[in-house]
């Protein structure tokens, strides 16, 4: 396998840092932590995407593509990174985006302009295109997607379209590369992981991670927290990514086990809080000063809390949690932040 043949423009400098967290730790009374900073990928307020765009544009490149189409939710990090991403490398860039929720939970007129916060902010600054698809489903943001390509093609542009979460085996090499780098960090610093665990949406950094650690340091289980599908539908999901980028990459077999992944973290719904996750995310924020977010990286650590506390991960145990970013989302839920802290304050008094 040789993941140098494969296109990559540099849009970070690497390797992000490995940290232990003895804080953390302690507060959960086990397992021994560390976190990989993956939300300081040097871009645009970084974040996991960044791995997997260097090898969707070093592809798009390549291919003499001069605009990018990429989806997401109106709070997308994917999306606000391959924006970001875009300007760094020249391109022009469309963000086909769901029409989301408003305050009270009904879906928003798509005329309506959103409102202006977290990464869909960013988006603006970055001087993205910004098309807000009729309904949210993945098939409306991909018909929608390709009506744009056809349009931007029709007019002489030679677009390059990366799909959700910028999830398939080309992206997925990101993470591939991410294991190899922490595999090489674990071994210079003399430490064996037993687990390692992340958030899970579209599955391509879950899939890129259990792939790669197959390869480079076998032994470790690769632990997914779904943030949207069921457990079941998203280990699939990954299983099915992880056969397709060892075909990819052009090895004999795959040598990964079947995807683990958790639910009971997800709560109402993709996006929407929960009161396990607040607690996740304070936890972080006074142990470690780390700032997770209420989406993907709050979630995933509450499925790590919860693990604990169920016994399935002991004391004695080197856990390895993967901060995948997102900071910008938590600054666009700054009220139910705010709800959450007057409440515990309030228990607490
Ligand atoms: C902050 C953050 N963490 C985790 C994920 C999940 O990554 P994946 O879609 O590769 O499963 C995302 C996806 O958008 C994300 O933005």
Redesign the pocket.
């Known amino acids: 396998m040789n993941l140098a043949r494969h296109p990559r423009v540099p849009l970070s400098p690497w390797p992000t840092p490995l940290e232990e967290c003895p804080r953390l730790s302690a507060a959960l009374g086990g397992p021994h932590l560390w976190v990989k900073r993956d939300d300081l990928t040097g871009l645009g307020l970084g974040?996991?995407?960044v791995r997997?765009l260097e090898y969707l544009l070093g592809e798009a490149v390549r291919k003499g593509c001069d605009t990018v189409i990429t989806t997401?939710s109106l709070q997308?990090?994917?999306a606000r990174l391959t924006a970001a991403a875009c300007r760094r490398l020249g391109l022009e860039v469309t963000l086909v985006l769901e029409p989301g929720v408003d305050p009270s939970g009904r879906p928003r007129d798509p005329r309506d302009l959103p409102p202006l916060q977290g990464n869909i902010l960013l988006d603006r600054l970055f001087g993205a295109e910004v098309v807000i698809s009729e309904d949210d489903s993945e098939e409306a943001l991909t018909e929608k997607m390709d009506e744009v390509a056809s349009s931007l093609a029709a007019r002489g542009r030679r677009p390059y379209v990366i799909p959700l979460?910028?999830?398939n085996p080309v992206g997925v090499l990101g993470?591939v590369q991410a294991a190899l780098e922490i595999a090489w960090q674990a071994s210079s610093n003399g430490i064996v992981f037993d687990h390692v665990l992340?958030?899970?949406?579209?599955?391509?950094?879950?899939?890129g991670l259990h792939l790669g650690l197959a390869l480079f340091m076998p032994g470790v289980t690769v632990h997914?927290v779904t943030?949207s599908r069921e457990a079941e539908a998203s280990a699939r999901r990954v299983d099915g990514l992880v056969a397709d980028t060892a075909d990819f990459l052009g090895l004999s077999s795959n040598p990964a086990p079947p995807a683990v992944v958790h639910g009971g973290y997800v709560g109402e719904g993709y996006g929407i809080p929960t009161e396990a996750g607040w607690e996740a995310i304070v936890l972080a924020a006074r142990t470690e000063g780390l700032v997770l977010?209420p989406?993907?990286?709050g979630k995933?650590l509450s499925g790590l809390v919860g693990l604990i506390r169920t016994g399935r991960l002991g004391p004695s145990e080197r856990v390895l949690f993967v901060h995948?970013?997102?900071a910008p989302?938590l600054m666009a839920q700054a009220e139910a932040l705010e709800g959450y802290l007057s409440q515990r304050e309030g228990r607490e008094e």
Do not use: F, I, R
């Open positions: 974040g996991n995407k997997k997401g997308s990090n994917h979460g910028g999830t993470y992340v958030a899970t949406g579209s599955g391509g950094t879950q899939a997914g943030v977010d989406v993907y990286t995933a995948t970013g997102g989302g």
